[in-house]
């Protein structure tokens, strides 16, 4: 009985979380929307208004544990297709590729050599007969498997933001010959730029670009608006890494642990990547012994946690250094106030999530997310078959409007409750029963029954 009781209420649960098997429609149009290096507590620390604003009428995810490297193109890659940097391939901002023999640097990434290993978003929707733009969004004026979106914007930053919103929501809404796009992501460089110039403890100077900022998102509301995209579409703001303090007191020097003629440097600071000359195993010995707040790798002892293990472009041996720290090859320059590329378990790395929109909840908010989460999201809301990914709906269906879920925690502790009041409520009845049946009874007289009706026996 107890198990019937309790399959029927687990059952009942599973009801109310199952999929909306509506029929379907065609979905609203989705804008992605990044403010690099936006850390996630910024919106406890600064007024933020407008963003405020924008998830008072959507949803909020507090914290969004981004992929590890904790560096822009990685990240931004990860975002838009749901892969671990070793799976996508795009593992720092620097690389090597031991194959090709090519070297990879912001200033020289539009080989699609580099990006092939995946396929963005604004690819995959075109599979769906939907066009598809990207403003100056890492990678997106790349030709991958001779493709870009239908329309791109290669990176300029004289752009202002107000242009680049003007050309998106142009390219939104079309025209009368020419069907308006339905996945949009646009790219802004602050606050990161200012949080390497100052710090993010830097209170005056943060509080000024994250005022711009927020300006920038309510010329965003307002362009939406005017131009009636507002309410019709899905909108996702969110960043692709946070930001830490560093100071010339916490450098780690690497000529102070071996002579660089033993290794060939590829990426430095805060995760240095390089390639031993002679004997890896003794390189690495150095580098292991180097610094209290630097931690050597061999490429096949890194964490799994990280997923940063399975892929060529990761050299021989990795170093990363802790949070704040800086790793340098000599001397004392302090390269920037502010940092990100640590270990992406800091709270200090990770971004948000705001969204907002027809398909979303509105005041709903939750503590946290994976970044990998938020390409099989837009698959959902764009209505396209997902690409392999390393992501999962299962927290992020949670903000859509059309999904129910229930706290794991709070199905958890009802299944506990419910079974402790059915046995409660067993071995009660079950008490008064055996003490019905046992309790002594009252004294009563032998009743002897006198059949008038049976004569004696007279022969």
């Known amino acids: 009985m107890l198990l019937k009781l309790l399959l029927g209420f687990l059952c009942g649960v599973c009801g109310l979380v199952a999929e909306n098997d509506t029929a379907k429609q065609s979905p609203p149009p989705l804008l992605l929307v990044s403010f690099d290096g936006f850390r996630a507590d910024y919106l406890k620390r600064f007024p933020m208004p407008n963003l405020k604003l924008l998830y008072s009428q959507g949803v909020l995810v507090e914290q969004l544990t981004n992929v590890f490297i904790t ?31 090519k070297h990879f640097n912001p200033r020289n990434d539009s080989d699609p050599m580099w990006w092939s290993k995946a396929q963005p978003l604004w690819l995959t929707a075109l599979d ?21 979106a239908t ?48 710090g993010p403890d830097n209170t005056t100077a943060m509080t000024k670009v994250l005022k711009e900022v927020d300006d920038n998102i ?25 930001m830490a303090q560093c100071s010339a007191e916490r450098l780690v020097r690497l000529d102070d642990c071996l002579h660089p003629d033993n290794y060939t440097l590829v990426d430095l600071t805060p995760v240095a990547a390089l390639i031993p000359n002679g004997d890896p195993e003794a390189v690495f010995s150095l580098l292991n012994k180097c610094h209290p707040h630097m931690t050597a790798y061999l490429k096949k002892a890194i964490p799994d946690r990280l997923h940063y293990q399975h892929s060529e472009r990761i050299q021989p041996i990795v170093l990363i250094a802790d949070e704040g720290w800086t790793i340098v090859q000599r001397g004392n320059k302090l390269p920037r106030l502010g940092d990100h590329g640590y270990d992406n378990s800091l709270p200090s790395m990770h971004p948000f999530l705001a969204a907002a929109g027809p398909s979303f909840h509105r005041g709903y908010r939750i503590g946290s997310l994976q970044s990998v989460d938020v390409y099989p999201l837009m698959c959902r809301l764009l209505a396209v078959p997902a690409q392999p990914n390393n992501g999962s709906l299962a927290q992020a269906r949670c903000l859509l409007a059309s ?5 794991v925690s709070l199905v958890i502790c009802l299944v506990v409750g419910v079974l402790l009041l059915l046995s409660a409520l067993t071995v009660l009845f ?30």
């Open 218 to 242: 309510g010329l965003l509301m307002s362009e939406l608006k005017r131009s009636g995209l507002w309410g019709r579409i899905n909108l996702l703001v969110t960043s692709d890494h946070g």
């Open 128 to 148: 769906s007969g939907y066009k598809t733009a990207a403003m100056m969004w890492p990678g997106s004026d790349v030709t991958i498997g001779n493709r870009t």
């Open 430 to 459: 079950g008490w008064m029963s055996l003490r019905r049946h046992s309790s002594p009874r009252s004294f009563q007289r032998l009743q002897v029954c006198d059949d008038d009706d049976d004569d004696p026996l007279i022969e």
């Open 151 to 198: 329309h791109f914007f290669p990176y300029d930053p004289d752009v202002t933001f107000q242009e680049r919103i003007g050309n998106v929501t142009n390219w939104m809404l079309g025209n009368g010959k020419e069907q308006g796009v339905m996945f949009a992501a646009l790219y802004w460089e602050e606050p990161d730029r200012s949080g390497h110039a100052f």
């Open 71 to 101: 560096k822009t193109f990685p990240n931004h890659y990860s975002l838009v297709t749901g892969l671990y940097a070793e799976s996508h391939g795009i593992l720092a901002s620097n690389m090597y590729d031991p194959i090709s023999h």
């Open 403 to 407: 999904e129910t879920c229930w706290d």
